[in-house]
């Protein structure tokens, strides 16, 4: 008997997360796994940079390739972990729990939050890496 939630190109959302599906700009390589920014002027997907004009939308589920070619990136939000800063000045503390970080690269956040892109909110601390929750719901003055 075939069973479609087996399918390989099935994509099942038991937790609820928004899914999004945006074009990778060109000469952005996105594999599946990483966090994934989108200009809020052209609506094109690439990684996090420390920038400010993006908006994190999540993780990279799938790559796929539409009729004409172009790459898009399937993204979900939700619950990720991310690196702390090694910087001592921009560190992540257990003080910073409920607050909002920043990208510093393309899997580091920090708490600074000069020219770049906001992660989430920081739900957990431990030494090395941070829980944080991106919602692309929460993007209050977006406009899509």
């Known amino acids: 008997m075939y069973n479609p939630l087996m399918s390989e190109q099935f994509c099942l959302n038991i937790f609820g997360n928004n ?17 994934v920014a989108v200009n809020t002027r052209t609506l094109m997907a690439g990684t ?23 790459k898009m990136v ?9 690196k702390n800063t090694p910087i001592p000045e ?8 409920g607050r ?12 600074d939050n000069i020219n770049t892109t906001k992660a989430g909110e920081i739900l957990s601390v431990d030494e090395k890496r941070i829980l944080l929750k991106i919602d692309i719901g929460d993007r209050r003055g977006m406009e899509w």
């Open 19 to 35: 899914v999004t599906i945006f074009n990778i700009a060109e000469g952005e390589t996105i594999k599946e796994g990483d966090f």
């Open 48 to 70: 996090p940079k420390k920038e400010s004009g993006y908006c994190t939308v999540g993780c990279a589920s799938r790559i796929v390739t539409n009729e004409a070619g172009q």
């Open 74 to 82: 399937i993204c979900h939000d939700g619950i990720f972990v991310a």
């Open 90 to 97: 921009h560190t992540i503390t257990e003080d910073c729990c």
């Open 100 to 111: 909002a970080c920043y990208f510093e690269n393309r899997n580091t956040v920090s708490m």
